[in-house]
């Protein structure tokens, strides 16, 4: 196949998929709006099954994108946000055509020189690219993560249709405005496609975890990498699911570890890793954690992570005015005094396991989702106060809060979260931060 047939071929598989997700989000529009102003009840579990069907067999953006607003509570109604939850990255990897092709036009014609060996095979297909396993001249197994092709054209034709869905349901349902995420979510999965950022930012928590012995970092091979295509260093590991059944001690210790790779960089360095998903980690023989996958970083102002802190200590304090202080640091505007004891309603929650002075786990699930019943609560309250719009920072921080929670109870670890984070925050001083963050992002070039 020639290049401008190649081309031909690309455009008309590109019109075909915004063909198909623009009819299923019309389907979704037509539904919702069926139900509200003409009282035609739908089947939205059944619905919601459907559209994540759709959702499930396509790659690019719109898949990730319907796994990260599973996360966001009340981003969705509960229906599609458990369904949601089911979308995993594994969709059907590009065949080994497309793989010589894209390798050639990132490393050039003699790419496959340039490894001892190169698997046909990918080991994993994602939302955005797919994996093989090589082997350096050196003798080191890396991994090669390949975009797929446009997928900028990809991501910005699924943010259009997101800012549909979001609209669909913010004419149905007014408790929370999706501005702020939409923005916030555009940035981060446009920055997903720079790889050399990627890389960047696996140096940057190669750097910010260099004393943490219990966590690694994939070492970056630069001169194998582009920024569409990322060679690091392959660390092997199992999967943290297959460790439910494992003794307390060693699940506790899982969980200990994990908590230190995801919390660190957040509290010494205002970082931290945007994409709480179970693919993003894995566990070595000594119970210490391969963190991957760095395309979904983070970083967020001093003033915001002593807003965090701000807030724990008037809920442990009942200090009012520090807690409105708190939310106004994150972006909250104009809120009112009802609208705050909401908030607070779900802050309670989301500290409870570090307000406890005592080993217990982080947790329960409520129908299959962790924090949905104080989520739904929070929710109808904000509906009859008229709503609340979500601040940027704010959409990332409470994703990773909830996925790493997730993650605590799927492992059923019970330690003293109490001690953990008060032994993180001892001595907090915003000042520091600020020079700490900023000499540190300046030696990546972030």
Known sequence: MSDSEKDQSRFTSRMGRYGRVSTTMAGLAARMAGEKFFGLKIERGEHAAQLTAALGNMKGPLMKVGQILATIPEALPS????????LQSNAPPMGWPFV?????????????????????????????????????????????????PDMRSAIDADLRQLKVIFSIFERYDKAISTKYIHEELSTRLLEELDYD???????????MLRDESAV??????????????????????EHILSFRDAPQQQRNEIALNLFRAWYVPFYYYGVIHGDPHLG??????????????????RV????????????YTALMSE????????????????????????????????????MDDSVRPIG???????????????????????????????????????????????????????????????????????????????????
């Open 280 to 297: 993003n980690y894995s566990v070595r023989n000594d119970n210490s954690i391969n963190l991957l996958d760095f395309g979904c970083v």
């Open 79 to 86: 229906e599609y946000a458990l369904e949601f939850q089911k």
């Open 100 to 148: 010589k092709r894209r390798m050639k036009s990132e490393l050039g014609p003699d790419w496959l020189g340039k490894f001892k060996s190169f698997e046909h095979d990918a080991a994993a297909a994602a939302s955005l690219g797919q994996v093989h396993k090589a082997v350096t001249h050196g003798g080191l197994n890396v991994a090669c993560k390949l975009q797929y």
């Open 197 to 207: 950022r990627e890389a960047r930012h696996c140096k940057l928590y190669d750097y």
């Open 319 to 354: 200090d009012y005015d520090m807690a409105v202080s708190a939310y106004e640091s994150w972006g909250f505007k104009d809120l009112s005094k009802d609208q705050i004891e909401t908030l607070n309603i779900w802050a309670s929650f989301l500290y409870g396991p570090v």
């Open 300 to 311: 967020f102002r001093p003033q915001f992570i002593e807003g965090v802190i701000n807030l």
């Open 364 to 446: 329960e699930v409520t129908n299959g989702v962790y924090g949905r019943e104080t989520a739904e609560k929070v929710h109808k309250k904000l509906k009859e106060l008229g709503g609340i719009t979500v601040p940027r920072e704010f959409v990332f921080m409470d994703r990773a809060a909830l996925g790493l929670g997730s993650v605590f109870l799927h492992l059923k670890a019970e330690i003293n979260w109490y001690e953990l984070f008060n032994d993180l925050i001892k001595g907090f001083k915003v000042e520091e931060l600020e020079k700490r963050q900023t000499e540190t992002l300046s030696k990546f070039n972030l």
């Open 216 to 237: 690694h970092i994939p070492t970056v091979q630069d001169d194998l990498s582009t920024d569409r295509l990322l060679t690091a260093e392959w660390l092997d590991g």
